[in-house]
């Protein structure tokens, strides 16, 4: 049988600064940072011993949501996330007996580690299928920062092959507490600017120092073309196809994930494994480096990472790596982890949808071992076809997506 083509048909997104795709994208337009000093009672950590004298945090959370019965901070996230992608659907309205779900957090619910729920990173996309009905199987990947990316990408191959007729896939984060806070600080990653909370995280510039702890969800759905499964605009032959959808917002052409030997809270040893995760990605989309007309970058503002993704890039493109328009979220949402790569795949598609691309915030001066296509300053305006996405994890996790308009 031939590979199914695959579609993007519905987003969602609740991230810093924003609930639903529309709001995130135009803040990451506009150019506005999302990052700022936070206080422990704001986040709501408990007054133990110690937590009652630590100084502001910088960091990036995402909007209040309410919680229903028995719910965490990631059910609430991915349920909004999942709702607008679904154009609107509350949990269980329609049969999607045919829908697969993959949605990946890099950690559980850490509040209640005695609690029956919500300890496994996976008990989330448990939650999530059950209340929408998402019959065709759930999947829960884990691949630190970029399990987000890797979600999109392993729906994606369950769609190509014919095993689902349609998915719901992205990822869902958040890591604002205590312990974890205080591990990237003893990790070295975090940034070091105290006195500008907003320019904190700065992707490429010759002065990063580090990156800033968001949180969020990102969602998609993913259906096949028409007259191969004939589930795409709800009119599945099986009677589970999906509603509300958005229409063919960008077609997934190919993906690729590969890892490097490295310790498990380490990046890759060097940009090979990602050079060869781009290729492969370009391969699977039968397109050359001449068909690539904006970037995606993975790009945390930590010194090694950003120097790292730069080379692997310049591995594949050469001197053409000049002229592509090329931007990270993370100056302006901060990172979100596991949540991360999904948020930013949407902003890709944003970007080719609306001819935008935002620029990467707090770049001033981009580093000489970070020499890109960036786009500083303003959005750059044009016609993009094609768009790359990226994604690097601890680990050795490298992840490449290729989308078109």
């Not at 709702?83 to 890099?106: K, P, Y």
């Not at 960008?250 to 490295?262: I, K």
Request: charged fraction near 15%; aromatic fraction near 4%; proline fraction near 6%.
């Amino acid at each position: 049988m031939r590979p199914q083509r695959v579609f993007i048909t519905g987003l969602g997104v609740v991230a810093p600064g924003g609930v639903g795709t529309d709001a995130v994208f135009r803040n990451l337009v506009a150019g506005q940072s999302q990052t700022r000093a936070v206080t422990p009672e704001e986040l709501g950590w408990p007054t133990l011993p110690g937590l009652d004298r630590l100084e502001p945090l910088i960091a990036a959370p995402a909007p209040d949501l309410p919680l229903g019965p028995g719910d965490n901070r990631l059910a609430a996230l991915a349920r909004a996330a999942v709702v607008e992608a679904l154009g609107g659907s509350a949990a269980n309205s329609t049969s999607r007996s045919d829908c697969g779900l993959v949605l990946g957090a890099s950690k559980g619910d850490l509040w209640r580690p005695d609690a029956g729920y919500g300890v496994s990173p996976g008990d989330v996309a448990e939650r999530i299928g059950r209340e929408f009905g998402l019959g065709a199987g759930w999947l829960a990947p884990v691949a630190a920062c970029a399990t987000g990316l890797v979600a999109i990408g392993t729906a994606y191959l369950r769609l190509r092959q014919g095993d689902w007729t349609s998915a719901v896939a992205g990822g869902v984060d958040s890591s604002l507490h205590p312990g974890l806070m205080a591990s990237y600080r003893r990790l070295g990653v975090l940034s070091r600017e105290r006195a500008r909370p907003e320019t904190a995280c700065r992707p490429f510039d010759e002065s990063r120092s580090g990156f800033v702890v968001g949180e969020g969800a990102g969602v998609v759905r993913m259906e096949c073309e028409p007259g191969e499964t004939g589930v795409l605009h709800g009119s599945s032959t099986t009677g589970g196809a999906l509603s509300g959808t958005q229409g063919q917002l960008a077609e997934v052409l190919g993906y690729a994930l590969t890892s490097d030997a490295a310790g498990p809270l380490q990046l890759p040893t060097g940009p090979t494994a990602l050079s060869q995760a781009i290729a492969l990605a370009l391969e699977q989309a039968g397109l050359t480096i001449a068909d690539v007309d904006v970037i995606c970058l993975h790009g945390t503002g930590t010194l090694a990472n950003d120097a790292l993704e730069a080379a692997a890039l310049r591995m594949v493109f050469g001197d053409r790596l000049d002229e592509i328009p090329a931007w990270s979220c993370k100056g302006a949402l901060g990172h979100l982890l596991g949540a991360g790569g999904a948020v930013e795949l949407i902003a890709l598609v944003q970007a080719l949808r609306t001819g935008l691309v935002p620029p990467t915030v707090n770049l001033r001066s981009p580093a000489p071992d970070c020499r890109l296509g960036h786009v500083m300053d303003v959005a750059r305006a044009g016609s993009f076809r094609v768009g790359l996405k990226l994604s690097l994890g601890f680990g050795g996790h490298c992840a490449a997506l290729v989308l078109r308009a």
